[in-house]
């Protein structure tokens, strides 16, 4: 198995340097890129960060956006890895709006050699996932959530695909806290040596380099599918790539 340590934009290997911290998302928010846009690195306290990045030609933000509005059905959902998603289901999403619904998985993570993960993918409002940092600039839509153990009421971590309109299309900054622990039941609060305990047994690298691996590929078979799907779906073909004449 292979091990993807934290690459920076340029290529080369990042040693420590640019841990962005779940407090810290709104970095994203920034012009340019951040040290760190591909491979997983720790955090420390058993806290993991992994980023993918996926060039997407042809696609634009609002297609990701009505993407996760329209996926439903099991066989819907292999068209976005047909190796590695297994299920799926919704909870509460009504209309194509998936803001405060939650997406019932089933998958594997970088092949059927690891574990099925059942997975409950909560989505959340951006303003709030940001701690109040949004932006209004046209053609950014960050996609959040938390991730989720979909029989237990734990989520163990923070997402978001970060996604904005280029010349060619789109780019998605995709980023995982894994280790953000919080109980879904109500009556049931954690403690910090709890928590520690629970990342220290569920927060390994092989999750993180399996998650990194899925998400690199998954996002790849997306902006393969996604710009035919959206148009025959919705029948706008506005957008014509700059390279395309």
Known sequence: MSSIRAIQKNGDECKGEGNMQYSEAAQLFKNGYLPIESGYQDLGDG????????RMPGCRAKMVDWWF?????????????PRDHLFSDWEGREDGDYVGAAH???????????????????FTDAHEFFGG???????IIPVCANIGDLEKPVDFGKMTHFVRD??????????????????????????????REMRQKGV???LAWRLHQHATEEMGY?????????????????FVPASVS
């Open 47 to 54: 806290k993991k960060l992994v980023a993918a990045y996926t």
């Open 69 to 81: 509005g329209w996926v439903t059905t099991t066989e819907q959902y292999k068209l976005w890895h």
């Open 104 to 122: 019932l998985v089933h998958e594997y993570l970088a092949g059927d050699d690891g574990p099925i993960y059942k997975l409950r993918i909560s």
């Open 133 to 139: 940092t949004t932006s209004n600039v046209e053609g």
């Open 166 to 195: 280029t010349d060619y299309g789109c780019e998605m900054r995709s980023r995982f806290w894994l280790g953000e622990i919080e109980s879904r039941d109500p009556a049931v609060e954690f403690g910090e040596e709890e928590k």
């Open 204 to 206: 390994t690298d092989e």
């Open 222 to 238: 997306l902006s393969e599918i996604l710009p035919v799907l959206y148009r025959h779906a919705t029948g706008d073909d506005a």
